[in-house]
Structures are given as structure tokens and as C-alpha cells.
């Protein structure tokens, strides 16, 4: 039997108030002049770990969409490029992860992430873009966190809902990875990209939260 296992990995750190390693984690990873992506229900704790970057956080974005429209993706990897960051930190669930994949995968710049739901995304290379109903994902592993810091903590404040939504995501993966690729192509920067709709099986599945065809990369 031939092979090759070639995963790529993250540094992890988990644990009870974690999150005020973070400004350390950042250090580690040369972070002198950091963006920081953080969703509107995570401002209380976004606002906090600003403090203790304090001056190293040269710009902060707040405005995080579900499955990550390209148009966003576009602005924010602007503003990257002209506040001259050369890390990206992310606090919130799939969207905020989401969008500094966008980013990275533009500009080439690290990740440190810092889930607050079970979405996942944090420990992939996959990255997904919406643009006219359409969603494109793919994979580069520029795009996979250097660093993740999980906080058990920062769930606590997840509804109720939220939070049962986000704890089933997990164990649907594994089902989801039947999906039938429908295309493949490859961006300009090598990355590989998968269109998909969830056909496997000869019906279109639907997303009840949105509508939405539901798409997945494995």
C-alpha cells in the first residue's frame, strides 16, 4: 500500500479564560500590526481584546455576513491592505472565521482565530465565497488559523438555539463529504475550487434557515 497522509496542522491552545493569552499568541506569530474581525454580537468581547492589543490593532471590522458575499470579502481585504496589517485576528463563529479566510486568501496573511460557536471552520484550509446565489469554496492552506484559541467561556453566551444549531454542525460532516462536486477549476493562485450542489443523491437539498442550496467542501 502507497500513500501520502500530508494533513496541515494549527498550534492550539484551549482552555478556561484563554483568551487573554491571545496578545501573547500574537507575539508569537510576529504580529506587530494586527486587523481584527469581530462581529456585532461579539463587540463586548472584541472590545476587550482590543484593549489588551492596545496600539497594535490598526483597523477592526464589524460588519461579518453569513457564507461570506465576495463584494464584503472585496472591501475587507481593502481596508487590510491600506492599514498595512500583517496578521489577521478573528473572534466569532463560522462568518467572522469566514471572512478572515476571505482576506487571507487575498492578501496571504496569517490567521489567529478565536471561535465562540462550534462551526468548525477554524480548523480547515476551505474557504467559501458567495456572489449572485452562487457559493464557491476551495482550498488553500493559507487560509487554515496558524493559531487557534478556544475559550469555552465565549460560548456561555450563545442562545440557546444558537448554540444547539451550531453542536449539530459537526457530526453532519461526515455526511455532508458524499456531496457530488459538480465542477473543479483552479483559482490563480493555485488554490483549489469546488462549485457544489448537494446532489449526491438525486435531490437538491434546501437549507431551512435560508432557503439557500446548502453546499459543502470536504
Not at 477592526?60 to 458575499?69: A, C, L
Request: glycine fraction near 10%; hydrophobic fraction near 45%; charged fraction near 20%.
Amino acid at each position: 500500500m502507497d500513500f501520502v497522509y500530508d494533513v496541515p496542522a494549527s498550534r492550539v491552545v484551549f482552555g478556561i479564560g484563554r483568551i487573554r493569552q491571545v496578545p501573547d499568541e500574537v507575539d508569537r506569530l510576529g504580529g506587530e500590526r494586527v486587523l481584527l474581525i469581530a462581529g456585532g454580537r461579539q463587540n463586548k468581547h472584541a472590545d476587550e481584546l482590543a484593549a489588551a492589543l492596545g496600539p497594535r490593532v490598526v483597523d477592526r471590522i464589524g460588519e461579518v455576513v453569513v457564507h461570506v458575499p465576495a463584494t464584503l470579502a472585496v472591501a475587507a481585504s481593502e481596508r487590510t491592505e491600506q492599514s498595512g496589517a500583517d496578521l489577521l485576528v478573528c473572534l466569532g463563529g463560522g462568518s467572522s472565521i469566514g471572512l478572515a479566510k476571505a482576506v487571507a486568501l487575498r492578501t496571504r496573511l496569517s490567521i489567529l482565530a478565536i471561535p465562540t460557536t462550534y462551526a468548525g471552520s477554524e480548523m480547515t484550509p476551505i474557504w467559501g465565497l458567495t456572489d449572485g446565489g452562487r457559493k464557491t469554496t476551495g482550498r488553500d492552506r493559507t487560509v487554515l488559523p496558524a493559531t487557534v484559541v478556544y475559550d469555552p467561556a465565549l460560548t456561555m453566551s450563545l442562545p440557546t438555539d444558537i448554540s444547539a444549531a451550531s453542536g449539530m454542525n459537526a457530526p453532519t460532516v461526515p455526511w455532508l463529504c458524499r456531496i457530488r462536486f459538480d465542477s473543479r477549476s483552479h483559482g490563480a493562485n493555485g488554490s483549489t475550487i469546488v462549485v457544489a450542489t448537494a446532489s449526491s443523491v438525486g435531490t437538491r437539498f434546501v437549507a431551512p434557515w435560508n432557503r439557500a442550496p446548502l453546499f459543502a467542501c470536504c
